[in-house]
């Protein structure tokens, strides 16, 4: 409808502020006698508490306070809450501990948070925090999946038996036996995903902020859903109503999940706020930020994959063992379960799939959604063993997929593992992807790379996400304690520009642009004329937030049907003024007209007259033109597409360098391409990231040992080739803007892409497997290994 | 950070009067090393004189068969002095893969020099040409210099003012960085002095050391292809979660090799 509708690449409006360096970050805020906490944080990973005493910190010159477990019990602040419940196989609930916003009794990881210290300087609360005297009685440790799962394990709750909080299973165990028992061929796997931390770029912040005078509580905080902290704290931990508590989640630099969860932190500083009587700032420095924001990943799993004489796949079992950290953090039981089981079809027709996963209580920092979230491990573990079947049967690892994908005929699909797909194209993606890659061209590039001395490996990944997360009515009935519906405000001012309130947040996905286009391409108004509103409970709708690649697809159509209100109603203005039958008036090119005649009116003459009725059907139609929708999905939807890659292996250190990224994804209808590609290259960034350079590792005492960027490896953009990114489009069938989501992709498909590449180079010497990431240490010592088998 | 006091002294005499008085003082020279330091309150010094008002420490001049580099000189400007590029390359191309552009700005020859980090890249360079160390009372040669991990020969009130470079009849150093520092987890230079043959080799170990043994060989054949009976003990080496002693051993053998076929 517009230049600057669906389809163009409008640069982001909020770049400016960005580029400017005028961002308006929480560490940016600080009010008018505003304190700084700074946390004490367990240096152990499992102690016993024995006393605090916090006199000489209290003494150094500017401490207001020093709070500690005991103060937050005594003024009744509830513990953090999950918002996910998960049933065991035989029916029991999970083992949810209890989570105090400060230590009480016990420490459970490093990092876990034990006195809050308060004063009118930062540097006179880093100094007292130093002198908090804390009686640590060390404990034993379990601080990885295989310890905490070993015959008699130190148990990091007493109720969890076995370190399990809970042992749950998808799909049907009979008919995959039975597909197993008739199956020609069974190829196994067992592999590790590994734990990644999430390092968003802007570390996360509070302020906390009492107003005594009316008895309201402010708190900024880098959020993606403000909403929900605000529903979770009046609720759960601050115990105060709605209506005296706003949440402001300003600009945040990025989430990629690390940021939906309610931390202890930002209850803090709201309550501490209230006990000094100023408002109390928090900021986490990066060191802090690794020992306490949610971490990822971080399952071992063990997979069977059942195959028939022609290769066709009869079933899938699958047997998981995920890491969940010490506490239960906000969606942390759903990562390994609804966002993880249900994604082990794939893009394949599997007739049988059995998933057994068992969530395994750690001595480490809690562990939930990291970029892609369970989507990611499953895809994963499934093209890991698609690629092994391929070399284990002799069949080309393209024509092996080719083989087993979903045809297009056959949606919409239901798999055997709760979800139904509603429409794909996955040989157009693969066929895409081969020909951005010239796969054709790869043995000439091999030989190329050989003549330097290195060895050359192509890796693919075929696979599908489910995203625009969700059906309230379903995630209710899986365990969620929320509705995961969106909303939206749509405000169309009396000259014609125009306010977009959206319940999603913006932390880098550019919804300032892309939400003023969705009003561009519907109202024909300029981007330009839009303001996209974000952030802040007080002039947001109650909407959930921006994750699972959701605000498009999910938050965009609650825009759409605001617009479709407007429209309407305007129609009935526009009637009045032609003097016309209002089904006689159409909305076309931003213009009300009388259908068949060149009688019109613009957009902008039909709000200035809502605004100022004199000549107007006031008896029918209200004055104002403003609407709200709340969207609720009809289902997930299924992006999904084919990641490719070349890898150069110098077989003399064991370095990978990543020499080509093809990717063809079917993210649904494009509304602004620059944008979806900038989504693309920052998932594979980070995909390429786990592949190959990231991984957070705890030592059996529980240390996080690589907790700064000294020594864990973030990716940079020296690591990472040009990658070469294309869409096919098949719109989603049950959302009316017709997209499926892109936030992810990246995060998700290209991790076994990398690995089965770098698994290609190295076979010719005889390497069957490589484990994320793959060093080059890990890849040298693979080498020489398979050199000493052979 | 802590609080301290400031100083920024206009000559060397003052500086070390500075460092005289003050026994909890501590040298600023690029501050790359340092500042960072200073910010995790791993050290507390009372005083910090900086050394950054000391013009005559800025200076590059070849000196007949050798370059004299001031303390002063950043690493950036290292890497791009033609007198540097034109006699000892392999020393411009080094000061080039120190940090990042930010660090390489700020950083400086005397400052690397003096903090002796083990895994630092200039160590290397001043091991392996045979370089000297002047200070503002005396001359130390660089195998007396770096006695340990983070450890020098300096007295605590010397300042180190000229590194003095011999030119070599060729050189080159490679280096295998740790992919999230970006330092040497293995750096090693080759040189030829014409006389004979010095390898260093920074990162592997507590602190930058010669390589008899890659020496020997290359004494006797200055051939990538010599190279293949090179070995290293691991027992002396650093292992981490990065790179173990094994490995490090392994990959001074190749950073060799690459720095010999550099040079040839």
């Known amino acids: 409808m517009s230049a600057q509708g669906f389809g163009a690449s409008v640069r982001r409006k909020e770049d400016r502020r960005f580029l400017l360096g005028k961002g308006q970050y929480t560490d940016d805020i600080t009010l008018p006698h505003q304190s700084y906490a700074v946390f004490v944080r367990s240096p152990h990973a499992h102690a016993n508490l024995g006393a605090i005493d916090a006199a000489k910190a209290k003494a150094v010159p500017g401490v207001l306070a020093v709070l500690t477990g005991a103060d937050v019990a005594a003024a009744g602040l509830g513990g953090i809450p999950c918002g996910w419940a998960v049933k065991s196989k ?93 199956a020609k061929h069974v190829v196994e796997i067992e592999l590790t995903n590994s734990r990644v931390a999430p390092n968003a770029m802007e570390p996360r912040a509070a302020i906390g902020h009492y107003d005594a005078a009316n008895d309201h509580t402010t708190l900024y905080t880098t959020s993606q859903n403000p909403h929900l902290i605000r529903l979770l704290m009046g609720a759960f931990t601050l115990k105060v109503p709605e209506h005296k508590l706003r949440v402001v989640a300003p600009d945040v630099g990025g989430g990629f999940g690390s940021k939906i969860y309610h931390y202890a932190e930002e209850l803090l500083v709201a309550w501490a706020s209230r006990v000094v009587g100023r408002p109390v700032k928090w900021t986490s420095d990066r060191m802090e930020a690794f020992v306490s924001d949610a971490h990822g990943r971080d399952h071992i799993s063990k997979a069977q994959l059942a195959l028939d004489a022609n290769g066709k796949f009869l079933g899938l079992r699958v047997a998981t063992l995920a890491n969940i950290g010490a506490y239960l953090s906000t969606f942390a039981p759903a990562i390994p379960t609804y966002l993880y089981a249900t994604l082990l079809s794939g893009p394949y027709d599997f007739p049988a799939i059995y998933a057994e996963v068992k969530a395994i209580f750690t001595h480490t920092v809690a562990v939930d959604a990291y970029r892609g979230a369970g989507r990611p491990e499953a895809t994963y573990l499934l093209e890991r063993l698609v690629d092994k079947a391929a070399r284990q049967l002799g069949i080309d690892r393209i024509e092996l997929r080719r083989k087993n994908l979903i045809r297009t005929d056959q949606f919409p699909y239901q798999t055997q593992v709760a979800l139904a797909y509603d429409i794909g194209n996955y040989q157009a993606t693969l066929d895409m992807a081969l020909a951005s890659i010239d796969h054709a061209g790869y043995d000439k590039r091999k030989q190329a790379t050989e003549a330097k001395g290195k060895l050359r490996g192509f890796g693919i990944s075929t696979y599908i996400e489910a995203c625009g997360i969700a059906p309230s009515a379903l995630v209710g009935a899986l365990g969620a304690r929320a509705g995961l519906y969106e909303a939206a405000t749509v405000r169309v001012h009396p000259t014609g520009s125009v306010s977009v309130f959206t319940g999603t947040h913006s932390h880098g996905q550019g919804h300032e642009t892309t939400f003023a286009q969705i009003i561009s391409e519907k109202l024909g108004v300029p981007v330009e004329n839009v303001e996209v509103v974000h952030g802040d409970t007080d002039r947001i709708p109650f909407g959930m937030g921006t994750y699972g690649s959701r605000s498009a697809a999910v938050g965009g159509s609650a825009i759409v049907k605001a617009i479709d209100k407007i429209v309407e109603k305007g129609k009935k203005i526009a009637a009045h003024l032609l003097e016309a039958s209002a089904a006689d008036v159409e909305f076309v090119d931003g213009k009300y007209r009388v259908v068949g005649t060149d009688r019109a009116k613009a957009f902008g003459e039909v709000a200035f007259a809502a605004y100022v009725p004199h000549n107007y059907p006031i008896e029918t139609v209200e004055p104002g033109l403003e609407e709200n929708a709340f969207y609720d999905p009809k289902n997930f939807t299924f992006p999904g597409g084919t990641h490719l890659v070349e890898v150069e292996v110098d077989p003399e250190t064991g370095v990978v360098e990543i020499a080509e990224v093809a990717i063809a994804d079917d993210v649904g209808v494009v509304i602004n391409p620059m944008i979806v590609d900038g989504q693309a290259h920052g998932g594979l960034a980070q995909g390429i990231g786990q592949a190959l350079l990231e991984e957070a590792v705890y030592d059996a005492d529980g240390q996080l040992v690589n907790g700064s ?82 | 950070m802590k609080d301290f006091q400031f100083h920024r002294p206009s000559s060397v005499a003052e500086a070390v009067a500075l460092l005289k008085a003050r026994p909890d003082a501590k040298l600023l020279s690029g501050g790359q090393s340092l500042i960072p330091v ?25 000196d007949g068969d050798r370059i004299v580099i001031g303390a002063l000189v950043t690493h950036d400007a290292v890497h791009r002095s033609p007198e540097v590029q034109q006699h000892i390359p392999a020393l411009a191309t080094l000061a080039g893969t120190i940090g990042d552009a930010q660090v390489r700005n700020r950083g400086t020859l005397g400052g690397s020099v003096a903090h002796a980090d083990p895994a630092a890249d200039y160590p290397a360079a001043l091991l392996a040409l045979g370089a000297t160390i002047a200070t503002d009372r005396r001359k130390i040669a660089a195998d007396d210099f770096f006695t340990g991990l983070f450890e020098t020969a300096l007295e605590r009130d010397e300042v180190v003012v000229a590194v003095h470079f011999p030119i070599p009849k060729r050189a080159a150093y490679a280096k295998f960085s740790h992919r999230a520092s970006k330092y040497a987890l293995v750096g090693v230079m080759v040189v030829d002095t014409g006389h004979n043959v010095r390898v260093a080799v920074t990162g592997a170990g507590p602190k930058v050391f010669r390589h008899a043994n890659i020496e020997g060989i290359l004494e006797r054949d200055f051939a990538v292809d010599a190279l293949a009976a090179a070995s290293t003990p691991p027992d002396e080496l650093n292992g981490d979660l990065e790179a173990s002693a094994e490995y490090r051993a392994h990959l001074i053998t190749v950073m060799a090799r690459r720095a010999v076929q550099a040079c040839l």
């Open chain 1, 709 to 790: 960027y000294l020594n864990y490896v973030m990716p940079r953009a020296a690591d990472l080739p040009f990658f070469k990114v294309g869409n096919h489009v098949t719109a989603c069938t049950h959302n009316p803007l017709g997209i499926k989501g892109v936030g992810e992709t990246g995060a998700i498909g290209v991790p076994p892409a990398v690995i089965n590449a770098v698994i290609d180079a190295l076979a010719p010497l005889g390497v069957t497997d490589i484990s994320m990431p793959a060093t080059p240490e890990k890849v040298w010592r693979a080498i020489q290994a398979a050199k000493k088998g052979a």
């Open chain 1, 90 to 182: 035989d029916g029991s609930s999970m083992v949810e501990p209890p989570h105090p916003a400060l230590a009480q009794g016990a420490v459970r990881h490093v990092g876990d948070p034990v006195a809050m210290v308060i004063a009118d300087s930062k540097t006179a609360a880093r100094a007292a925090a130093a002198l908090v005297d804390v009686d640590y009685q060390v404990q034993p440790v379990a601080a990885s999946i295989t310890a905490a799962t070993a015959a008699d394990a130190p148990l990091v709750w007493p109720d969890a038996k076995g370190n399990v909080c809970f042992d749950w299973h998808l799909g049907d165990p009979a008919s995959t036996d039975a597909a197993f028992a008739k």
């Open chain 2, 38 to 62: 200073l910010k995790l309150d791993l050290a507390e010094p009372s005083d910090l004189i900086s050394l950054a008002g000391i013009g005559e420490l800025r200076d590059i001049r070849v």
